[in-house]
């Protein structure tokens, strides 16, 4: 009975002794495994690039000027349909019916291009050119015209897609227009390039006497910019003097006695013919007048002055060939004809300009709208 109590309490030691035994083995496999860390969190994927925005398109070109230049040609005319009529035929101008802003009016074009156009004559004017000259500021152009006694005939006014322009007059009633279009003037052509028929190549002022002739040099320098010079034309007892009017010494128009003096006190645009005397011999046919005839003017070509059934004004020339031209003649825009000078013209008018034509390419407001153009 003894020996069963000592034996109690020795395996108790032995139990006790071997879960110790048991738990310091469990504490010390515990404290050795190793522990996971953590898993990173994964790095977040780059960002796409934004997509590039497009390329703007290049800013369109400034428009070029040449003030100075004439650059539209609009003929206000007594009768409409008849100087429609003979220009069709004797120059072969296509002529459309446009209309602008409840203005009516003709839309003049040689090859295809606007080069003026045709619109009624306004109370009791008679028929005759009212030529278009690029300037800066139209607005400042009309205020230097009063200052030197010119007068508006029709106020400054905006044409739509093409300009700003306004209808004067000189101190001797000369009409004329002030024009700046919204895209520019046309290019004087390369000098060696023959312009082609129906173009507008030449200004001219026909003054009546000697009194205007002088009044007309002094005015237009004052009033546009111009500067004067003198060309000698003709040899031996025929040799003459011919007027001119340039800016930026470049040939812009021509200043002479009207002959016959009828046709004083306005301005002649001329346009090149393919064969002056061919022309001129329809002219009666369709009702016009042979003013001037055929003459040849050395260097410069084979000219004539006819006018329309209406009384309208214009000069033909068959332009001389750029080896017949002499060689210290002025640069392009020029070349006088006794009156004409190749220049290369046309643009606005009341349209286009309607550039000019543009204003000489198309017709302005109340009037038709640029230079050159028909919008």
């Known amino acids: 009975m003894q020996r069963k109590t000592l034996l109690v309490p020795f395996l108790g030691a032995v139990l006790a002794a071997a879960l110790a035994a048991c738990g310091s083995d469990s504490k010390s496999s515990q404290g050795t495994t190793p522990v996971a860390e953590p898993a990173q969190p994964a790095e977040p994927a780059p960002a796409e690039p934004a ?5 703007p398109p290049p800013e369109p070109p400034a428009p070029t000027y040449l003030h100075g230049k004439w650059v539209w040609y609009e003929l206000r005319s007594t009768d409409v349909e008849k100087s429609k009529a003979f220009y069709s035929e004797l120059l072969g101008w296509q002529i459309e019916p446009q209309e602008m802003s409840g203005v009516k009016f003709e839309l003049v074009k040689s090859g295809g291009k606007d080069v003026g156009i045709i619109s009624p004559a306004q109370g009791k004017a008679k028929s005759h050119w009212v030529p278009f ?8 152009a009309v205020k230097t015209i009063e200052e030197q006694k010119g007068k508006v005939v029709q106020p400054a006014t905006d044409i739509p897609d093409i300009g700003r322009m306004a209808i004067v007059s000189d101190p001797n009633g000369a009409e004329f227009a002030v024009f700046k279009g919204l895209k520019g003037d046309e ?12 173009t507008f190549v030449w200004n001219e002022y026909l003054s009546k006497n000697k009194k205007q002739h002088t009044a007309a040099l002094a005015f237009y320098p004052a009033a546009l910019g111009y500067t004067t010079s003198q060309m000698q034309m003709g040899e031996g007892k025929k040799k ?3 007027d001119m009017l340039s800016f930026g010494e470049i040939p812009r128009a021509g200043v002479q006695a009207a002959k016959p003096a009828s046709l004083g006190g306005q301005w002649l645009p001329w346009v090149t013919v393919d064969d002056t005397d061919a022309v001129i011999a329809n002219v009666k046919k369709l009702k016009g007048k042979v003013l001037v005839k055929a003459h040849d003017i050395p260097t410069v070509g084979r000219a004539a002055v006819v006018a329309d059934p209406t009384g309208g004004a214009i000069g033909l020339l068959k332009p001389a060939s750029p080896a017949e031209q002499q060689p210290a003649a002025p ?9 004409a000078q190749p220049s290369g013209a046309a643009q606005p008018s009341g349209a286009q300009p309607a550039q000019p034509a543009q204003p000489s390419g198309a017709a302005p407001p109340a009037e038709p709208a640029q230079p050159g153009t028909k919008k």
């Open 51 to 55: 997509p590039a925005e497009p390329t």
């Open 133 to 140: 000259v690029s300037v800066p500021d139209v607005d400042a």
């Open 187 to 198: 290019p004087d052509p390369p000098r060696d390039q023959m312009p082609g028929a129906g």
């Open 240 to 242: 003459s003097s011919y």
């Open 331 to 339: 640069a392009a825009g020029e070349q006088p004809a006794g009156g």
